[in-house]
């Protein structure tokens, strides 16, 4: 994150949260019926997408991100839901302990280092047949021009190494090809923002 959305963790969700309303929806909408579940929300910033799975019926939730500013925000308009402070590469939960891990515009933001060593935590916690749903931008011939022009805009005001980490991702050319190796089923779900978002959902098979 800029030091920008950094100061401005209380500024994120009024600034975005309408804005990032359908992508929450998307989300819901991908999980699977079963509301006992266990979801983990790496990265999970203000905790907004947790808060949607809970408005669904989810009940057992929990969210990890880096930056005590956005947890604060997330602790405080949670509720019951847990928050711990942590790096989502080196978390402290046993292997194989969720049913869903969700990351929401988790990758695009960091280095490509970085992006393979959470999914390849994110595959350590997920269960046998679980499932990751990863959504994050998708420039590709159906992102209509508003969708690349605004979160082009809204990246480049992040600037520095947000900025830089989101051109090299959008240069890579979206999720499918910042997958670490192995063996990997990758489907995409959904779209939003213009089509400049998509949802996926990326199955590691051990
Ligand atoms: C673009 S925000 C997305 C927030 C949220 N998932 C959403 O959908 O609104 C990226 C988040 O990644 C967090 N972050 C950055 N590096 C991290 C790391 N190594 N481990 C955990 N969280 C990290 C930031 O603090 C920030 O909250």
Not at 117 to 128: D, F, Q
Not at 135 to 162: K, N, Q, S, Y
Not at 169 to 188: F, H, S, T
Request: aromatic share 8%; glycine share 8%.
């Amino acid at each position: 994150m800029s030091t920008l959305i950094k100061l401005s963790a209380r500024l994120y969700d009024p600034v975005l949260g309408r804005a990032l309303k359908p992508l929450r929806q998307a989300f819901v909408r991908a999980l699977p019926e079963d509301r006992s579940l266990r979801i983990l929300d790496l990265c999970c910033g203000t905790g907004d997408q947790l808060r949607a799975f809970e408005r669904a019926g989810y009940g057992d939730l929990r969210g990890l991100d880096l930056d005590p500013g956005m947890l604060a925000v997330a602790k405080r308009r949670s509720g019951t839901i847990p928050f711990d402070e942590g790096d989502a590469a080196h978390t402290p939960y046993p292997d194989a302990s969720f049913d869903i891990v969700t990351l929401s515009l988790a990758l695009h933001d960091k280095e490509q280092s970085l992006r393979e060593a959470i999914l390849t935590e994110a595959y350590r916690l997920l269960k046998p047949e679980a499932y990751i749903l990863s959504a994050d931008f998708a420039f590709d011939e159906r992102t209509r021009f508003m969708g690349r022009f605004l979160i082009t805009a809204v990246e480049r005001f992040a600037g520095g190494e947000h900025y830089e980490n989101f051109k090299d991702y959008v240069r890579r050319g979206g999720m499918k090809n910042i997958l670490p190796g192995g063996d990997v089923d990758i489907a995409e779900t959904a779209r939003v923002l213009n089509a400049g978002i998509a949802l996926w959902k990326i199955r590691h098979r051990r």
